[in-house]
């Protein structure tokens, strides 16, 4: 069963031509609990997102093969930066790229300047845990877990984003 979601999910991403505007199935995530997910940061360290219950986490999915989350991941970059003096927000950066693009990513990061966000990647695609447990459909995307792990905030808006977190926290 979870081959066959799998299967649909990436034919799915597939015919969006990779990236493209998120469907309504991530935000039936909405009040319920945060998915559990394997992650792991860049250098291979395992990354527990529910060691992070007590903080906000904005999760943003994404690829350097989507040509809108060229743009859109600077953007959340922005939004990082502005929230960084907060303790009890941290921003997650997970890409969804392959193993073979493990450079292009790492080189990404550095010529855009993406170092405010926690940058998470496993190599799957868009078999990534993270992104299929997160009912992720395309990308860019994001995804806000309250201090309890409940999901508040699904969304591949980045103005609803910033909405969403200068209600939640001020400007």
């Not at 031509?17 to 945060?34: D, E, F, R, W, Y």
């Not at 299929?132 to 877990?145: C, E, F, K, R, T």
Request: charge should be negative; hydrophobic fraction near 40%; proline fraction near 2%.
């Amino acid at each position: 069963m979870k081959a066959l979601r799998s299967l649909l999910i990436f034919l799915c991403v597939l015919s969006l031509g990779g990236c493209g505007v998120l469907g309504m199935k991530g935000k039936q995530l909405i009040g319920q609990p945060a998915p559990d997910a394997r992650l792991m940061l860049l250098d291979g360290t395992e990354f527990p997102l529910s060691a992070q219950q007590g903080r906000y986490g904005v999760l943003v999915f994404w690829a350097t093969w989507c040509k809108h989350s060229k743009t859109a991941i600077a953007e959340y970059e922005e939004l990082a930066r502005r929230y960084s003096q907060r303790q009890d927000i941290d921003f997650y950066a997970i890409s969804v790229d392959k193993n073979e693009n493990f450079g292009t990513l790492k080189d990404r990061i550095k010529a855009q300047d993406l170092r405010t966000m926690t940058h998470i990647f496993s190599g799957n695609d868009t078999q990534d845990d993270a992104f299929l447990n997160y009912q992720g459909d395309s990308i860019p995307y994001a995804v806000v877990i309250d201090k309890q792990g409940i999901v508040r905030f699904v969304d591949s808006s980045i103005s609803s984003l910033d909405e969403y977190l200068k209600l939640e926290f001020g400007s």
